[in-house]
Structures are given as C-alpha cells and as structure tokens.
C-alpha cells in the first residue's frame, strides 16, 4: 500500500505521521509474545533492550518499509532491520505529566552532525493498543522547523546535535500532542521532530519497537 499525497504532506508540514493498520494482528501479536518472553519479571518504569529474532523483524513488512522510504524521498524500499530496538513501557502508579521535549541521535559522546542527517527517517511501530496515558509517545507538531531554523542560523555552535537537544528548552516549541494509536500502527517522524515517551497510566505494558534508517 502506497502514502497519499495528504499523507506525505502532512509529514512534510508536522514533522511525523501515524498510519494505522500497518499490520495483520497475527504478526502484531507473535512479535508481543517474543517481547513478553524477553521481558522476564515485572519492573517498573521502561525497558529498552535490542531483540534479534525474525518474528520481531517480521514486523518491518513492505508496507512499513515502503512507507518510510517515500517519506524519506527513497526510491528504493527499505530493508527490514535484523536486529530490532524495542522499547516496553510499564504500568506506574505516578501521576502522568507532560514529559519534555527531546531529538534522537543527540547524545554528547556520539557526535552526530546536524547537518547531513543521521538518519532520513524514525518509526515506532507499536503492538500495543495506545490509550491516552497509556505510555504514548508525545511529538511536537512543526518542531522539526523551527529546530531546523536554529541549526541553520548558526551552524558552528549547532554543528552537532547535542548542542541542539540542549537549547530546546528555551525554544517555544507550541502545544505538545499525545499519539494514541491501535496496535499495528507505525508513527514516523523526522529526524529534527522533537519528541518524548511518556508515563503509563494504564494497566497493562505498552510494547512498542523502534528503527532508523
């Protein structure tokens, strides 16, 4: 299945776009239960671990390829990855807040140049139903814009990304928005689209994977 043209726009003008249904629920399920099997013991907060198993990759179909190559103006498709970032996010019983703002790549001892990109395009693919407070990834529409419009006006002090995670604070980045989705659903986002996990309020673990290419 092929984006329309509203689609890509609106990735264009946000920065990010979740397109549902990316996946049958038999593959959405079966990645789940690896992950469930990888996790072990109840714990708190998050777990971020790289899983290397071909019903995970699985998830990584032609249609998520597919659609992350056109947003990233690729004509080829984009290979599926092997070894797969997965991010679990557990039940808590803390009161959900707003979390802050954030780009990927953007670590001091990793060095990542802003310009060119490190990546062309993120995606989260999610295999748990997302209900508002129930660990969703929260995004900054147009951010990538105005964080783009910073590098570009003074491209030494911004010349690696740390430097430009670091001044989002004191950026207006607009209202945040709060992603619920269905399982089996993909968001994909920029690499300059500012954006967070967030808490889950919910009751059961939010599972969700997690790649760039």
């Given at each position: 299945?092929?984006?329309?043209?509203?689609?890509?726009?609106?990735?264009?003008?946000?920065?990010?776009?979740?397109?549902?249904?990316?996946?049958?629920?038999?593959?959405?399920?079966?990645?789940?239960?690896?992950?469930?099997?990888?996790?072990?013991?109840?714990?708190?907060?998050?777990?971020?671990?790289?899983?290397?198993?071909?019903?995970?990759?699985?998830?990584?179909?032609?249609?998520?390829?597919?659609?992350?190559?056109?947003?990233?103006?690729?004509?080829?498709?984009?290979?599926?990855?092997?070894?797969?970032?997965?991010?679990?996010?557990?039940?808590?019983?803390?009161?959900?807040?707003?979390?802050?703002?954030?780009?990927?790549?953007?670590?001091?001892?990793?060095?990542?140049?802003?310009?060119?990109?490190?990546?062309?395009?993120?995606?989260?693919?999610?295999?748990?139903?997302?209900?508002?407070?129930?660990?969703?990834?929260?995004?900054?529409?147009?951010?990538?814009?105005?964080?783009?419009?910073?590098?570009?006006?003074?491209?030494?002090?911004?010349?690696?990304?740390a430097a430009l995670n670091g001044d989002i604070p004191q950026l207006d980045l607009g209202?945040?928005?709060?992603?619920?989705?269905?399982?089996?659903?993909?968001?994909?986002?920029?690499?300059?689209?500012?954006?967070?996990?967030?808490?889950?309020?919910?009751?059961?673990?939010?599972?969700?994977?997690?790649?760039?290419?």
């Amino acid at each position: 299945m092929g984006l329309g043209a509203e689609q890509i726009q609106s990735y264009v003008n946000d920065g990010f776009l979740l397109v549902a249904d990316l996946m049958d629920r038999k593959t959405v399920e079966e990645a789940r239960r690896v992950l469930v099997e990888h996790i072990g013991p109840r714990r708190e907060n998050s777990l971020h671990a790289f899983v290397s198993d071909p019903t995970v990759s699985a998830c990584f179909n032609k249609n998520i390829c597919s659609a992350a190559a056109e947003l990233a103006g690729v004509r080829k498709r984009f290979a599926p990855p092997r070894t797969v970032y997965t991010i679990t996010v557990f039940p808590t019983s803390e009161p959900w807040t707003w979390p802050w703002p954030h780009i990927d790549h953007s670590r001091d001892e990793d060095a990542h140049q802003t310009f060119p990109p490190p990546f062309h395009v993120g995606c989260l693919i999610y295999l748990s139903d997302i209900q508002p407070h129930s660990g969703g990834t929260i995004v900054w529409p147009r951010s990538h814009r105005r964080l783009e419009e910073l590098a570009a006006s003074n491209p030494e002090r911004y010349k690696y990304l740390a430097a430009l995670n670091g001044d989002i604070p004191q950026l207006d980045l607009g209202c945040p928005q709060e992603i619920t989705a269905r399982a089996g659903g993909a968001l994909f986002y920029h690499y300059l689209c500012a954006h967070s996990g967030s808490s889950n309020s919910g009751a059961e673990p939010r599972f969700a994977l997690n790649h760039k290419w």
